[in-house]
């Protein structure tokens, strides 16, 4: 998809637009990208720093062009979250990467799910995280490292191209696409066509932000198309012929917005090639002046989706789209997948829920050999920070189950453990202001113990930071990290409170409470109050997010 030809008279500051004419760089990040394309790094990490160690790694490339291939420097141990906005980049970082593995659509054989697992036991101090984008990262990892790990990676069709930076990241599909006999369609083959046509091209490596891709036929919608720069999703028009609905502009961190639809009906031949023209509006209309105005949204905001689909089709496509019906409701409250769900050639999926994603290279093993024990070894990782295993026969089931759930990998969880995700947090993000996995796992914990007769759905996403890699703002329950005041008049980690945020019929932004933060050791005592005020008070069927929209500020304070 190359860039239409326009008339142009002088070039136009703006904002940076390259489809204007402003082409100089209006940010230290542009002009590093002019300078070198990010996916100009990958040799020099090769040749050179991989041999002459961290010192040798020009500024540029360490905190800009490397995280094109996944890596990012890690926190720095033992800085409190209140040093976060205060310190320089240089103070912060510590001599270790994070390093993300791209998994496109989450699907893993138990092979490459084994070399994953290598990497974590071998570089990575036996640690890692399945993440909210399907993907799997490490941390402790070491630069000298980095291109034994990427030919372990690439030994069995996996990679970190781009899976940070200014690029395509990760593709999410349905986890079990392709396997349900209810599934709209399956997204499989159109994203492997379109991460083999565009993620690694230079047409689309120097883009304004990241930018976020879902494409799936899930009936449960279980990619969050809602909250992605461009998703297509599943639908049948008037002729019963199955394709895609095309939504954009969605995104979280600190402007949350929710993605709107074109209106257009895609065939699943059409699907690259709208990817891409989508892909280059963005590219030469997206917003380079300033950093945190340069996401998709804030162009859709701008324009609005009439707008935005006539740009699309007559400078971009040259040919108009039909006109498309909007996606059905998701079938179920639950978009994760967690349980025993039927195949349509009688076999079953398990699909299990973690501690938060946090796993270990030792564990990950035990999945693999799991997978090809009880069943064809085929392995998915969710959006939602969970795994799954397919192709169980039905006397396999029951016997899987009790080997997960020796491991702590449960098939049939609380709704506490089932609905808690937490990000990265303190421990290793250069972002973060408090600490996110632990107390995450300690806080289902302890609802487990208080609550033990709560079986309603319910989603508690713990952040570290208001950047939302944890979807606070989606959550019936979410926590945003923040210093805060406690009784005692001192500073320690707590939160800021979003409640009732949810996805699907009348998506919401969870409700912020005024003023309402708690410190961590206050957030236990805080989800037993509000989730007892709701048990008694809900209506026939009521679920958590209704109820605050409808709750008075006492209730939930």
């Not at 993605?259 to 059409?270: E, H, K, N, S, T």
């Not at 392995?379 to 396999?396: E, G, H, M, N, S």
């Not at 947090?425 to 995450?440: D, P, S, Y």
């Not at 980690?493 to 949810?502: P, S, W």
Request: proline share 4%; charged share 25%; aromatic share 8%.
């Amino acid at each position: 998809m190359s860039t239409p030809t326009r008339s142009s008279s002088k070039p136009v500051r703006g904002q940076g637009q390259w489809a204007l004419g402003y082409r100089e760089p209006l940010n230290p990040n542009e002009r590093m990208k002019k300078d070198s394309d990010g996916l100009e790094v990958r040799q020099r990490i090769i040749d050179i720093y991989s041999k002459a160690g961290f010192d040798s790694i020009d500024p540029g490339d360490l905190r800009g062009r490397m995280r094109w291939f996944g890596l990012y420097t890690q926190r720095a141990q033992g800085i409190p979250g209140g040093k976060t906005a205060v310190l320089e980049p240089e103070e912060l970082e510590d001599r270790y990467f994070m390093l993300r593995a791209r998994i496109d659509g989450g699907q893993l054989s138990s092979d490459q799910l084994r070399v994953l697992a290598s990497i974590s036991t071998d570089f990575g101090r036996d640690v890692a995280d399945v993440t909210d984008r399907q993907n799997v990262q490490y941390h402790w990892i070491r630069i000298e490292d980095v291109p034994a790990i990427w030919d372990r990676l690439e030994s069995v069709g996996l990679s970190t191209m781009e899976a940070c930076g200014d690029t395509p990241r990760t593709m999410l599909n349905c986890p079990l696409a392709g396997v349900l006999s209810d599934e709209v369609i399956d997204a499989t083959g159109v994203i492997a066509e379109t991460v083999e046509k565009y993620v690694g091209s230079p047409e689309f490596s120097n883009l304004p932000r990241k930018f976020k891709t879902s494409m799936s036929g899930c009936t449960d919608h279980c990619t969050g198309h809602e909250i992605n720069d461009l998703s297509f999703v599943g639908v049948v028009n008037a002729d019963g012929e199955a394709g895609y609905d095309v939504w954009v502009g969605g995104g979280l961190s600190t402007n949350p917005k929710l993605a709107v639809r074109l209106g257009v009906f895609v065939r699943p031949d059409q699907v690259s090639d709208v990817w891409a023209a989508v892909c280059s509006v963005f590219r030469d209309y997206g917003y380079r002046r300033s950093r945190t105005h340069a996401r998709l949204k804030f162009l859709l905001a701008d324009w609005g989706p009439e707008k935005f689909r006539q740009v699309l089709e007559d400078e971009f496509l040259q040919e108009k789209l039909p006109d498309g019906p909007a996606p059905a409701p998701a079938a179920h409250d639950q978009r994760d997948h967690v349980g025993v769900s039927k195949q349509r050639d009688g076999l079953n999926v398990l699909g299990f829920a973690l501690r938060t994603g946090r796993v270990s290279g030792t564990l990950l093993t035990q999945v693999a050999e799991l997978a090809d024990r009880y069943a064809q070894g085929r392995i998915r990782t969710t959006a939602q920070q969970k795994l799954a295993i397919l192709d169980v026969a039905d006397d396999q089931v029951e016997a899987l189950i009790a080997e997960l759930d020796a491991l702590d990998l449960q098939v049939r969880p609380s709704a506490f453990r089932r609905g808690t995700m937490a990000c990265t947090g303190l421990e290793f993000c250069k972002l973060a202001i408090v600490e996110t996995k632990a107390h995450a796992q300690d806080l289902f914990t302890e609802l487990e113990r208080r609550l033990p007769e709560f079986d309603e759905p319910i989603a508690i996403n713990v952040n570290g930071c208001p950047n939302a890699c944890a979807r606070f703002q989606t959550a019936d329950i979410g926590f945003k990290g923040m210093i805060v005041t406690d009784a005692a008049g001192q500073s320690v980690e707590g939160f800021q409170v979003h409640l009732g945020g949810h996805l699907g019929i009348e998506a919401t932004f969870g409700r912020k409470l005024r003023a309402h933060k708690i410190t961590k050791d206050e957030t236990a005592d805080y989800c037993e109050r509000v989730l007892r005020g709701f048990m008694d008070r809900r209506t026939e069927g009521e679920r958590f997010a209704a109820y605050v929209a409808r709750a008075e500020d006492d209730w939930l304070r």
